[in-house]
């Protein structure tokens, strides 16, 4: 596997103490042929759905801020690459907004589209039957990002957010937007961070599901070897927000020493460098040049986990997350500065969603 410190690529989002980081990163320049692990590799690591129909009848939406005018072209790119059914505005597949459902869509910004790409390109990839919907903030201002999130979850059934806030982290105040993560029958989730042991709104709600990272360890051949902790994966105990009760009585969750408050994440999937996988962004050429790229951080794991909860049709809350409707495989190796301990941790929470069932 290539050394992920070598040749790694920091994605710039817009940003301000006001304001929101995306969560993309990408290994090294790009090239002009795929590079990095496919949708089937990824399947095959968790043992997830293969049907091109999984996600049916569902809509998953993509909160992010800025415009990407290539969206759509550049997933039938990817789509075409990697034997996936097309996903187009003409066949009510794929659907783009602004924060109130328009089409006044905001200003173009580079790395607040390479996020887009990523977000998109894997929530069609792990759930090709679902609809997609992609709702643009006008800026990464967090009110923008709230406003959006509004839109979105009229509109689908599970909402996926790669972003977090950024250099607070967490604000004071925060228990009062909670209530921009909850709409009865939708699933909501977060990127927990990709700094290693710090706790992120909006993460952090305990309305969300927290999705952090870990790596996957392949073969030669390509077939998994193991799944560890990715020491870059965002973690921690919330400095404002309570556990909500499903958690606070799951047993393990005594050994993270929160001591009441949110821990995060509550799950994770592939978000490392020494595991990327593969999007294809043109726009105007790639990050920096591309147009295929190995994408990593939790920007990736996030959509994944609505994706995969897209196939199994069901709502994922605390509930659901802490019983026993998942099976998981529990992340014991690796870190990201807090012990990956049996069960449950800072650092991957239950862990990784393995099999087809639910």
Known sequence: MPVESASVSSVS????????????????????????????????????????????????????????????????????????????????????????????????????????????????????????????AKTANLSDMLAAEDYAKQHAQYVSNSWVVGSNQELKGETGLDSHFAQPGVSFFAGSGDVGLVTYYPSASPNVISVGGTQLNLNPDGTLQSETGWAGGGGGCSKFESANPAQSRFGPYAQVGCGGMRATPDVAADSSGNSPVSVYDSNPCGFPCGPWFGAFGTSVATPLWAARTADAGIELNAATVYASIITYRDITGGGNGAPCLSSYNLCAGRGSWIGSRP
Do not use: M
């Open 13 to 136: 989002c817009s940003s301000a103490t006001t304001g929101t980081n995306c969560l993309a990163r990408a290994t090294g320049s790009g090239s002009t042929s795929p590079i990095g692990l496919s949708p089937a590799q990824i399947k095959a690591a968790y043992g997830w759905p293969t049907k091109l129909t999984a996600g049916s009848g569902l809509t998953i939406a993509i909160v992010d801020a800025r415009d990407n005018p290539a969206v759509e072209s550049d997933l039938a790119v990817f789509d075409q690459q990697y034997g996936l059914p097309d996903c187009t505005t003409a066949n009510g597949c794929l659907t783009k907004v602004d924060s109130s459902g328009g089409t006044n869509y905001p200003p173009f910004s580079k790395g607040w589209e390479f996020e887009i790409e990523i977000d998109v390109q894997w929530a069609h990839a792990i759930a090709p039957g679902a609809k997609i919907l992609l709702v643009e």
